[in-house]
């Protein structure tokens, strides 16, 4: 299977799988021009995109929805609550199909199952994607963790997860008040420290490769995330980190 996290932040957040020949995205965070332009920057040109799955109605993740289910002719798969949230904005698109929290669809030759997050939107959710190789995991965007994600995640054998903020410099740095608790709030953003913790509940001999995703610009710096996930990974497993700007290299995983 093949993978790439073409863009990841609050500037837009798109990501890409491929396996068998059977391709599909989750979110829809950039520009159809920029989304095509890092298929190619990832090594993954040919590849065109069977189904589209929205974690939450936020517009870093549902902006350019609309105009790729139409360019892929795609159906575009979500909670109920999502669907209602960002429906107004998509405009005229294929297929509208419903993937609720607690559900697992068959995708070509993936499972996807979809699991609720602790996150400000309508009924965003996080992603279990399972194929004859592996187990991905993706959480990004939630507020916090628990047992219940512990039990969702357990077994991965690689994971996208949300490594948002530094707490000193979200609480040093330049955000209005209102706007910091809301990322500090438990559905808000996961902070390094959060992340590293489940990260440690995580880990197991199979967990090959984690992907850090939905960093801060303001409140973060890629090393400081790295060196929080480095302590709980060690050495000898793959670390990728997502950005706004550039795409991660398709990983073969
Ligand atoms: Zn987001
Ligand atoms: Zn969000």
């Not at 997050?117 to 628990?146: K, M, Q």
Request: proline share 4%.
């Amino acid at each position: 299977m093949r993978f790439a996290l073409l863009s990841s932040g609050s500037g837009g957040n798109s990501m890409i799988f491929e396996h068998d020949g059977y391709s599909f995205m989750i979110d829809a965070g950039i520009s159809m021009r920029e989304t095509i332009s890092r298929m190619e920057a990832s090594g993954m040109r040919s590849v065109e995109p069977s189904a589209l799955f929205l974690s939450h109605e936020h517009s870093d993740h549902s902006r350019c929805a609309g105009i790729l289910a139409r360019r892929f002719r795609m159906p575009i798969y979500s909670t109920e609550g999502t669907a209602s949230a960002c429906v107004r904005g998509l405009g005229s698109v294929p297929s509208m199909r419903r993937l609720d929290n607690g559900c697992s669809i068959q995708a070509g030759p993936f499972t996807i199952e979809a699991f609720r997050l602790p996150h400000d939107a309508e009924d965003p959710s996080g992603y279990v994607i399972a194929w004859d190789g592996g187990r991905l995991g993706v959480a990004t965007d939630l507020g916090c963790w628990g047992e219940w994600l512990v039990r969702f995640l357990g077994g991965c054998s690689a994971l996208v997860l949300e490594f948002n903020h530094d707490l000193d410099l979200l609480w040093s740095g330049s955000y209005p008040w209102p706007l910091k608790q809301r990322i500090a709030s438990s559905d808000g953003h996961l902070s390094n420290a959060d992340a590293s913790a489940l990260l440690d509940r995580l880990i197991h001999d199979g967990l090959g490769t984690v992907v850090l995703a939905h960093l801060s610009r303001e409140n973060n710096r890629p090393e400081i995330a790295s060196r929080a996930a480095r302590s709980v990974l060690g050495t000898g497993r793959g670390l990728l980190l997502g950005d706004q700007f550039t795409t991660t290299p398709a990983v073969v995983l």
